[in-house]
């Protein structure tokens, strides 16, 4: 499966739109384990992406994944702001070699895993993003619900939530609820 300036771009505004519709969920799921800004922080990213797409139109893959990850980089803050933002970097720089999206993927869990020093079962975003790019192509809706509820049970090693160390266990990870809802924009950008 071929990344293209098209796909990508309903990709973002698909995710934008699950940003938006559940900014309060994020923020509430970041409240006990964390510091109750999630979701703003991923609303505001999603609108500066938005923007800057629709302002600047870039219409070569490179281009466009590099204003995406600068965008998110500026806009976020927080912890998930340089995770995503790194995504979409590393993303934009192997979109120089491939445009395949399993390769692009992998570079970008990469780029996470290398940047916030977590590993699978820290209780973070990667425990969707590994297990999800390892799917990838014949990823299905399901595989990814199953790997953002998983986080729930476990005790976060990373970021804020390992601040509260067993009493971060039977909460669900809002960087994990949120990458989910990355992932859903990404099957429905393709179609499927
Ligand atoms: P902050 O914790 O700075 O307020 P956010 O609330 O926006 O930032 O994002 C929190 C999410 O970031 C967590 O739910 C987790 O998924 C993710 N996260 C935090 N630290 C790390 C890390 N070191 N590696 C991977 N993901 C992390
Ligand atoms: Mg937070
Ligand atoms: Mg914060």
Redesign the pocket.
């Known amino acids: 499966m071929e990344l293209t300036v098209e796909t990508l771009n309903n990709w973002m505004e698909l995710f934008a739109q699950k940003v938006s519709a559940n900014k309060a969920y994020l923020s509430e799921l970041?409240t006990p384990i964390?510091?109750g800004?999630?979701g703003n922080?991923m609303a505001r990213g999603m609108v500066a992406v938005t923007e800057a797409l629709q302002t600047k139109h870039p219409t070569d893959l490179t281009a466009s994944l590099k204003l995406i990850a600068m965008s998110l980089i500026s806009k976020?803050g927080?912890?998930?702001g340089p995770?995503y933002g790194t995504a979409f970097l590393e993303m934009a720089k192997t979109s120089q070699q491939t445009t395949d999206l399993a390769e692009l993927l992998q570079a970008a869990v990469l780029g996470?895993k290398k940047r916030?020093?977590?590993k699978l079962g820290d209780k973070?975003?990667?425990d969707v993003w590994e297990v999800v790019v390892a799917k990838f192509p014949e990823l299905t809706s399901q595989q990814i619900e199953q790997a953002v509820l998983a986080t729930k049970d476990l005790e976060a090693k990373?970021?804020?939530?390992s601040y509260l160390g067993e009493r971060s266990i039977g909460h669900l990870?809002?960087?994990?609820v949120s990458s989910g809802y990355l992932f859903e924009a990404l099957l429905e950008a393709e179609g499927r």
């Open positions: 970041d964390g510091d800004d999630h922080n976020v927080g912890a998930a995770l996470i916030g020093g977590a973070t975003l990667v990373k970021g804020r939530a990870d809002p960087g994990a």
